[in-house]
Each structure stands twice: as C-alpha cells, then as structure tokens.
C-alpha cells in the first residue's frame, strides 16, 4: 500500500499481517480524500484507523493534524511504524485503544473530519458512529464519513449529522455525512 497523492506520495506504508484489518483500497481512498481535500483544514479524526492509510493519506493531503485510534495490537504497531518513518510524529498521535472508550475521552478536542472504518460486521461501528453524532467532538460544517459493506445502510441522520451523500464501490459504500445545527 502507498500513500497516493499530496506531500507523501508514494511512499510505502506497512501494513499488519493477517487478516485482522481491511485496509482500504486505493480507488475507495481516493474518492474520499479527493471529496474531503475542502474539508481538510482542521484535525482529521481517524477511527477503527488499522495501519493508517486513510489518515496519513489525509496528512499528506494538507490536513494539519490527525488522531489515529486502533484497538489491534498489530495494526497498532504497523500504524506507529508509518508515523515514524513518514516524519508524522508532530502532527499525528496514535491512541490504542477501543473507539468507544476513545470517544468518551476526547470529548475536550474536537475534528473537522472523522472518517470510520469498523470491521464490517462489528457493532462497534453502530455505536461509534451514534457517539460521533452527538456532535461533541466535531468543529462546525464537520464532515463524518463511515465506510461500510453496501448491505448494510447506515441511518439517514444520526443525531447532529445531516447526509450528505453516498459513494458505492461494489461491496464498499462511504457514506458522507455533514454536521447540522
């Protein structure tokens, strides 16, 4: 995997072995940094993060900072590899540990974007995307976007969020959502 545009482009990034994570393909990244590019001038928030690519992508693009939060031991540690290596260590911070609990404790610092990205068939998704909603941790025009499988819809307005549109890759759909009043 590589970081495909801005600053980074081209370098490699580590990913975990295994199949513990679903790193997110390069035409679905693409997409979502090319719609996200006006967006990215505050804190980048990335959830269910595994070794990086959609936040360091989002780094490389121009976005000022990023917190990365992944529960998965190896994920983990590729995802400190890349920051290290890439020179991302001022501006990216890497929290492991569970979304939720994450969530709960950054309440303080708030994001321009959040991008989601839960294994498809965890529920941890569901209830990071209802925390998310409630709009404590968001910036005003905050813009959320989840990524999950295309047969299972997310709901049209969670709490504070507004949809704003969706993009659908096969079994891969973002669903783009834009902070309301």
Known sequence: MRVLAGALKGQHLVTPKGRTTRPTADQVRIAC?????????????????????????????????????????LAAIALDENVARLGLGERARVLRQDVTRA??????????????????????????????????????GAVVVAQHATKAPLPAAPGRLEH?????????TLTFFRRGA
């Open 33 to 73: 940094l090319d719609t996200l590019m006006p967006y990215l001038e505050g804190p980048f928030l990335d959830l269910f993060a595994g070794a990086g690519g959609v936040g360091i992508e989002a780094l490389s693009r121009g976005a000022p900072s990023a917190v990365f939060v992944e529960r998965d031991r």
């Open 164 to 172: 704003w549109k969706d993009r659908r890759f096969g079994e891969t």
């Open 103 to 140: 969530l709960l404790e950054r309440e303080e610092r708030t994001f321009g974007v959040v991008f989601l990205d839960p294994p498809y068939d965890s529920p941890d998704g569901a209830a990071a995307l209802t925390r998310v909603a409630q709009g404590h941790c968001l910036l005003p």
